[in-house]
């Protein structure tokens, strides 16, 4: 599998439609997940490139922000292949009290309804794991109908025990296996670019979004 483009595309605030989303057919993979947990920097990682905007300051993205991933190979065979990656607006932590977590909400709840083709990574800090939060996203996602698999950021942050003993809990809280990944030290990756290949390049699979 070989990375051969990816940029920026375009941001959607809030409003209710999340108008600007792409709507090309093309799937989509979007990352959930609590403020400060690594999306953007797992976007970073999985593209080789700095296209996402990080920061140590919780609650940065207050947009849904589109990036359009070029790749050649991987599952499903030769042949170039898109993808969209949506970093989604954390949970957990929003400037500006209860007014600005309802904002949130409403861009990532507009970005999935009624959107076609899309998949959902919920990533979660594998150094807490079962936070109520991350629950609390789990099931929000389950309700609106949206498949989602668990991904483990931060596991390079744990000894060997930890990370034992954090993924077995990941597991049973969750009802299924996390995927450890690090953006930091690139494990994990290719494991989930086999999983983005498999949604991307497979328009007989069962939808999940």
Request: charged residues 20%; aromatic residues 6%.
């Amino acid at each position: 599998m070989k990375l051969l483009a990816a940029e920026f595309v375009t941001s959607a605030a809030a409003g209710g439609s999340a108008d600007g989303i792409p709507q090309d057919g093309i799937a989509h993979v979007a990352l959930a997940g609590r403020s400060n947990v690594g999306k953007s920097s797992l976007i970073n990682a999985l593209c080789r490139a700095k296209i996402a905007r990080t920061s140590a300051a919780p609650g940065k993205t207050r947009l849904a922000n589109v990036y359009r991933a070029t790749v050649e190979g991987g599952a499903g065979g030769p042949g170039r292949w898109p993808v969209y990656l949506v970093d989604l607006p954390g949970y957990g932590y929003a400037r500006g009290g209860a007014d600005a977590a309802e904002e949130l909400r409403l861009v990532a709840e507009a970005y999935f309804v009624g959107r076609p083709r899309q998949a959902a990574f919920l990533l979660v800090d594998s150094r807490h794991p079962g936070l109520e939060s991350d629950l609390a996203a789990a099931r929000w996602l389950d309700g609106l109908g949206v498949v989602r698999d668990i991904v483990a950021t931060k596991i390079d942050k744990l000894t060997r025990a930890e990370r034992a003993r954090n993924l077995r809990t990941l597991e049973n809280v969750f009802g299924t296996a996390a995927v450890p990944v690090s953006a930091t030290s690139g494990e994990g990756l290719d494991a989930l670019w086999r999983m983005i290949a498999k949604i991307a390049r497979d328009p007989g699979a069962a939808p999940r979004g």
